[in-house]
Each structure stands twice: as C-alpha cells, then as structure tokens.
C-alpha cells in the first residue's frame, strides 16, 4: 500500500526536478559571467606595441569602450569625483606604457614606425619632438564639428614608452586638469 | 433513547414522548449508501489530492522562478558595481597616464624651447 502511495507520488516529484532544472538552464545564460574578462583593444594604430612589452620592467594596458567610460563615467559622477563627465565625453581610450629598468632595451626605429602612421590621415602635430633618446608626438583629429574628437600621444624616453589614443569630446586643458586630479603634475598650458 | 422519551414524556406528555421516539428511531434507522457512493468518494478524494498536488507544484514553480529571478537580479547588480568599479579604476589610471605624459612632453619641449632661445642669444651675441 505504502509503495503504491510512492509510486504514484513520483511522477509529480520526478516532473518538478524537470521543470526546475528546465528552469534553471533557461535562466543560466541570463546570470552574467561572474568573472568576465575585458576584451583586448585592438587599436589599428597600435596594433603590434605587444612588442615593447619584451624586457619591460612594468607594462600597462588600458581598453575602454564607450560602455566602460559611460559606466566610469556614472560611478565618478555619484562619488561626485573628477573626471565624471570628461569620462562620458569619451567614446574610446586605449593606452600603452612600457617601463624598463635600463636604457636601451627598445629601438627608437620601431616606436616612430608608430609616429610615421601620424602624418596625413588628416592628423595635426601639435607637438612632435625628434631626438636620438626621445620621441614625442602629440596628434589631434577633428570631426566634423571642426572640434578635436581623437588625440594620440606617442611618446618614448630612454626607459620610457607609452601609446595613448582618447577618442571624444576632448581638450589638452581638460585632459590635464583630471590627470591633476589623479596625481599627474600640472601641465603649464599657455595661450598660442 | 428510551430514556430520552421518558424524559421529555415526563415534560411534554407521554403520546409526544412516543411519537417523537417513533420518529427518531424511523430517522435514524441505519441505510445502506446509494450505488456508487463510496467510488465518488474515492473519486472525490483522488481529486482533492490531484488538485492539491498542482497547487503545491505551481505553488514551487512560483517559488523556484521568483527565487532563481532574485538570484540572477542580485548577481546581475553585483557584476555591474564590479565592472563599474573596474572601469573607474582603469579611467583613473589613464587619465594619470595621459596627465603624466603629456606633463612630460610639455616639460622636454619647454626644455628645447630654452635651449633654442639660449642658442639664439648665443649666435646674436
């Protein structure tokens, strides 16, 4: 009597362990990836800088979409921290920097194969620096507003490398009053 | 039963006290059940527990979705606040890179536009 009352009960029990594992494979792909990994930039303008990373004592690599900026950008903004806004006014910032303990450990002639992408393409030098030991560039391009809407630093010391490509609304004074904020020294920005 | 009657024959007079005994025993004479009755009652019964049955299953099915939906809200929120704070922290770090850099920049091009401007004394001289 007992086993009969049981097995008249499992087809009930056997139908919720069903629904609830239906339930539950339906709703995995819906939890987010706990430990989501960022997808590597692939900037075409730094495409092979993984290059310098080869003897660097400390390399640092920066990939943010406009998704991550609005977000940081959100999170500044409800700290009531610099940089809020500038960060929603950004669509792109990829960035680069090589370190290395001792002079020498790169060739000047691969950093300005980066430098050379610079010229044309509707990119204006604002500063563009040539020495044996030292590199510099500072590139902007306009949209079509006529205002700057993509800037590019390229800039190599004798243990030093960085790349750094910000897309968006952006100035050189804006860029340097939240570096300030973040610990950068002031830049001396002076009237033209 | 008897006693009953005598009772209330005592109260109300003895002829009520039968009649009302008549008519209890008549009443309350045993009957067998109607054709069937004891399958409805079977049938009834495995209905109720039927019935009870898909209840406490839409019931855990309730349970299971808003539980399995809380869950996924609650890890949904958590991922967000990690991304965003992966986000800021990366903004912070290459607004420091790009502050630091162009800083640099700034201060070897006003280095050589020192030096320019002590050559071009040099050569006025």
Known sequence: MMNQHQKQRRPGRDRRIWVAAVGLALMLPAVPRLHAQDNPGNDPLFAGTEQFAKGAKDSTEVNLDKNMLNMAGNSLLTKKADGGELAKQLDLVEIRTYDYATPGQYKMEDVQKYSKKLDGGGWIHVVRERSSSENADICFRGGGDGEPSELVIVAAEPTEVSFIHLKGRLSLDDLSKVGQQYGAPALQTRPH | ?125
């Open chain 2, 1 to 125: 039963m008897n006693e009953l009657g005598n009772r209330l024959g005592n109260r109300f007079g003895d002829e009520f006290g039968d009649e009302l005994e008549e008519q209890w025993r008549v009443e309350l004479r045993p009957v067998l059940p109607p054709e069937g009755f004891a399958d409805r009652i079977v049938t009834n019964v495995s209905q109720m527990r039927r019935k009870r049955a898909r209840r406490a299953f839409v019931l855990w099915v309730a349970i299971f979705f808003v539980t399995a939906g809380s869950l996924a809200a609650i890890l949904k929120q958590y991922e967000q606040k990690r991304q965003e704070q992966a986000a800021t922290q990366k903004f912070v770090l290459a607004m420091r890179v790009t502050g630091r850099t162009l800083s640099l920049i700034e201060e070897r091009t006003s280095r050589a536009a020192i030096r320019a401007k002590i050559k071009t004394n040099e050569v006025e001289r």
